[in-house]
């Protein structure tokens, strides 16, 4: 146990407050041991990573929070790649830097991506053009119905566009209440230094090459973390654009139907039908592999929209703020709410709310949140 710490000193939108009580857990078997006996008890918990993806209240939060300080990065070369396992609180953007320090190609245009490696499968991180869907293999769990501690394969983490069975959504219980310990993932050595073919247009624009075109690792995580930069997403102290949540909204997957009520400049992309196979692969090796089958769907095509698109054209200007709060929209980027250094919950809540607001009027969309609330409703 130890004296508990505000929330606004740990988490990247600088709000909170402190629990009534907080531990720290340095390595899996300390993280297991600690939630085994919390969860003896009918008191609250919540375990907290790098805390890049969390809003809550300024009051004190009842129960017990447990930081994730555990580290730890364990290499296997497979026939199929290299696979790592890496402990639930190693920072993520350290686990690329690893990655492609040591010619390790599939995760370098997630670069720059705060917050900790357990957090990762949660969320299904994703960006330019890259997906941890993609790379994983499994996580560790600890169950929270059973006690027990499980490898489970990414099939059945229910993953989709920043999802999973481990999220909770808007403040609600998550499909399967488990806490990550550890995360394997599997990566390519890449040839010639080469990283993945470039997925993203805005990537390969920055990089001044064509879609498909393969370009040095280090060259494409410097790239990334350019581009991410240029909209307040890497976090830097003297930046007041960087004391967000990162995108506070997800990115709306609506029915083609309803994308088509829209104006003919909203952006828009089809949403492939996915599904990944029955596949495991062993830490100390693996005898095969097996491709994913092609998928048909008889289901209505779904289509993904910006919601970034949607913020601005319900009049909502970067830098916006509601009369008296210190909460602002990005003045670098509409999906990011950040703390301009003396915010309230409240004032990034009541922000929320009115983004919601607005674009529902706008558009009749609903905006989901993206960050985990604690003590907080929108």
């Given at each position: 146990m130890?004296?508990?710490?505000?929330?606004?000193?740990?988490t990247t939108l600088g709000v909170g407050g402190a629990p009534e009580r907080m531990l720290v857990a340095h390595s899996a078997d300390e993280l297991v041991e600690q939630?085994?006996?919390?969860?003896?008890?009918?008191?609250?918990?919540?375990?907290?990573?790098?805390?890049?993806?969390t809003l809550a209240t300024d009051d004190e939060i009842s129960g017990t929070i447990v930081l994730v300080r555990s580290t730890g990065i364990e290499r296997v070369d497979t026939e199929q790649g290299v696979v790592l396992r890496v402990q639930a609180g190693e920072t993520w953007d350290a686990l690329v830097d690893y990655a492609v320090q040591n010619g390790l190609a599939g995760i370098e245009a997630l670069s720059g991506i705060p917050g900790s490696v357990g957090a990762a499968p949660i969320q299904n991180i994703g960006a330019y053009g890259q997906e941890l869907s993609s790379v994983l293999v499994g996580v560790e769990l600890l169950d929270f119905e059973t006690g027990e501690r499980e490898h489970v394969r990414a099939s059945e983490l229910g993953l989709g566009y920043r999802t999973s069975v481990l999220k909770r959504h808007g403040g609600q219980p998550a499909a399967r209440e488990a806490v990550v310990l550890s995360v394997d993932i599997i990566l390519s050595e890449a040839e010639g230094g080469l990283g993945q073919p470039v997925a993203y247009a805005q990537l390969a624009r920055a990089l001044d090459v064509e879609l498909g075109d393969?370009?040095?690792?280090?060259?494409?995580?410097?790239?990334v973390l350019d581009l991410r930069r240029s909209k307040g997403m890497v976090l830097d102290a003297d930046d007041r654009d960087t004391a967000s949540a990162g995108s506070f909204f997800t990115n709306p997957i609506v029915s083609e139907h309803i994308a088509?009520?829209?104006?003919?400049?909203?952006?828009?992309?089809?949403?492939?039908?996915?599904?990944?196979?029955?596949?495991?692969?062993?830490?100390d090796g693996s005898e095969g592999f097996v491709e994913p089958p092609p998928i048909t769907s008889s289901e209505p095509s779904l289509v993904k929209l910006s919601a970034a698109w949607l913020i601005e054209h319900a009049s909502i200007p970067r830098g916006f703020q509601l009369p008296g709060s210190q909460a602002s929209?990005?003045?670098?980027?509409?999906?990011?709410?950040t703390n301009r250094g003396r915010a309230s919950a409240e004032d990034v809540a009541a922000l929320a709310r009115f983004v919601q607001a607005r674009v529902h009027a706008e558009f009749g969309i609903l905006l989901q949140p993206e960050p985990v609330l604690v003590g907080v409703e929108l």
């Open positions: 130890v004296e508990p710490t505000p929330l606004s000193q740990l939630l085994t006996d919390l969860w003896q008890t009918d008191e609250p918990w919540l375990v907290l990573g790098g805390g890049s993806n393969r370009v040095p690792l280090e060259r494409v995580r410097s790239a088509r009520g829209l104006p003919a400049d909203a952006p828009r992309w089809e949403v492939a039908a996915e599904e990944r196979p029955e596949t495991v692969i062993p830490l929209i990005s003045s670098k980027h509409t999906l990011a709410l």
